[in-house]
């Protein structure tokens, strides 16, 4: 199979639900910029289309970015010191390290070329100012794209101004194609069609329309929320309302700018025709933060003026008025707010005097939310609630931020992280948790149950990020904790605990001793199965790396029996490479292989990249151990690059260490530099869906023999390759052997694709290599 990855664009661009109209202007400007300056921010005030504009562009210029364009959403983050670690998590990069997110985003990125769009920054203006110059001064081939109301204030940075969208030239003859030529006049119309199906303007509606577009300035979220309006106004109506309604605003308050007005009326117009429900509705659905689903909105929004069978209506006619937006996703219906809308509907939750009740039920909902049942933590179920965790993750966030302003409110935090603590370490969001868990034990010093059980998960979180001395320092204060309180929970989860720490550093009978005790005393107080899953999966791997393998691979059924029984998808496969590893030390290679690329295999089906990085790099000491160098080296580059993607070093720490070091050198050493560095930059190269087809040999087409055969080209083909090794261009072959350029670039193409290459470097080099055989 070839290596060379496949045309592709990576990122995590949403896909347009509704027509992009206009803004060729500042499209092209745009465009032309991001060729000149590392970073641009659109400005412009709320509703003038700053983010769609962003949005577009970025799919633009995406062919530019092989790495990668990706959007991050600030409007839902509040706590600006986890600006870094979103932005990391958002580029696929997890966190499994000590080190400050910005640093490890640094080194992820430093030999990438991509594009960040950073959306909403306005909120958390200093702290991205900070963030956008510590990437940029480090990153060479990184470039930003911001939207923000004021710029950020950074050197090097490029404004330009977003405008309203363009307008009739006023007392101008109309005519149907200098309507068109406005941008708002085509917005207007286009979701006036959506609005109302087979709506028809003829004529004497032209004049209406120009004028009811001037008199929203070309704003285009003014201009949808008024094309709605056609479902029961004509357009001569429309603009009659919006006169009163701009009357009055301008009597209420002369000091705001004029566009700020124009989107206030428009804003304020919505309101007042909303009924006594859906404006109450609207200001609860503030609240939530990063969408919410119909439940969430019963639970949180009922009560008051709102029963919880009339909840669902309420929200289908804010969806009919376009305030809330709908998306579909795998489990249903999720809802949200343009952040404009919210903001807005924050004001009106701020003037009822219902900000901290609602606060309080938008906690409670979500603190149900993730202390769910012990089967949907650990059965079965567990995939699927994680993925409706991830789904949630801003409201968690938010639930947390209102919580450490309560009094007594860092218990309940303790509370929301430890509830699922394999959540975090599922979703590499590590560093995150400990963030919070660290707030809440430095606001809640008091000797409970809750502080000694976030002491572990802390401890628990540090050990998987390297920091051994941090987390030793959490495991003796839970440990004395624990013995002060009797809890035996939190003695059993300190022991299986002290047990990783000592694996960590080598000791590996002290490892199983421990875990050993943990186990015992998890099967006692009857902690879930999948602890004692994942703790019998690190007795494996320690006794394994001491050479015990058939103690190992006890411990492995043992595994597999657990997640059997209790149904623990999510920890079958670590198990199952335990035991490929087991059989890896035994010597028993096409074992190894099978049973590795099963546990491999079951990764498709979920998010734990660490496991599929501690599978890759398994698969290519067992090829160097068969022989097949070259496809090592290329499994190595890419372990290496989801090793990476964690943010770790985990290679470089027992037992991965007493097996990773000494198979990179006997490669080296087998088939020298140049040529490893060669496969091994393939495999850096690959994406981690690609380095999963790749190290399971999905494709029939890859060899693994150490080179292939001359016999693999055709004789033409290694005439190219001959030519090529000598330093010619596709011009310079075509006129040497008399054929068109467009066939020499084929042949060139082909040759890269049968040698597995992704240079004419390597081609060179294996021709050279090659010469006479």
Partial sequence: MSVRATPRYRGDLPVEVTSFVGRRRESSEARRLLGRTRLLTFVGAGGVGKTRLARRVAADVRRTFPDGVWLVNLAPLRDGDLLASTVAATLGLADWSVRPSLDSLVDFVSDKRVLIVLDNCEHLLDVSAAFVDGLLSAAANVRILVTSRQPLGVGGETVLEVPPMSLPVPDEALSARRLDESEAVRLFVERAAEAVPGLVLGEADWEAVARLCRRLDGIPLAIELAAVRLRSLSTEQIIDRLDDRFGLLTRGSRTAMPRQQTLRATVDWSRDLCSPGERTLWARLSVFSGGFDLAAAEQVCRGEAIASEDVFDLVAALVDKSLVLRDDCGDGARYRMLETIRQYGRMMLVESAQEAMLGRRHRDHYLRVVGCSEEARFGPEQLRWYARLRRDHANVRAAMDFCLTEPGGARTVFQMVTANWPYWIYYGILGEGRHWLNLALEQDPAPTAARARALWVAGRLALLQSDLSGAELLLRDCAALAEKLGDPSAEAHVTELFGVVELFRGNYARAISL???????????????????????????????????????????????????????????????????????????????????????????????????????????????????????????????????????????????????????????????????????????????????????????????????????????????????????????????????????????????????????????????????
């Fill in 515 to 773: 875990q050993e005790e943990a186990v015992r005393r998890y099967r006692r107080i009857g902690e879930p199965p999948g602890t004692c899953a994942v703790t019998l999966y690190r007795m494996a791997l320690a006794a394994s790396a001491s050479g015990e393998t058939d103690r190992a691979e006890r411990f492995c059924e043992e595994s597999l029996a657990i997640c059997e029984e209790h149904g623990t998808h999510l920890y079958r496969p670590l198990a199952l490479w335990a035991l490929g590893f087991t059989r890896y030390r035994r010597g028993d290679q096409p074992g190894a292989e099978a049973t590795i690329g099963e546990s491999l295999r079951l990764q498709r089906h979920s998010n734990d990249r660490w496991n599929t990085a501690q599978c890759v790099e398994v698969l290519a000491w067992i090829a160097s151990a068969n022989g097949q160098h070259e496809h090592a080296a290329t499994l190595l580059g890419a372990a290496h690059m989801l090793w990476r993607s964690l943010g770790t070093s985990m290679p470089e720490t027992p037992p991965f260490a007493d097996f990773h070091g000494p198979c990179d050198f006997q490669l080296r050493e087998t088939l020298g530099d140049e040529v490893f560095a060669a496969a091994f930059e393939r495999g850096v190269a690959l994406g981690p869906d690609e380095a999963i087809g790749y190290a399971l040999n999905e494709n029939p087409r890859r060899s693994r023999r150490t080179s292939r055969p001359r016999s693999a080209l055709t004789s033409r083909e290694r005439q190219v390759a001959d030519l090529v090794a000598q330093g010619m261009t596709n011009k310079e072959i075509a006129a040497t052997l008399v054929i068109a350029q467009r066939t020499a670039e084929g042949h060139v193409e082909h040759i890269l694709e049968k040698l597995g290459f992704v240079s004419r470097a390597q081609i060179a080099s294996w021709a050279t290599r090659n010469s006479g055989t």
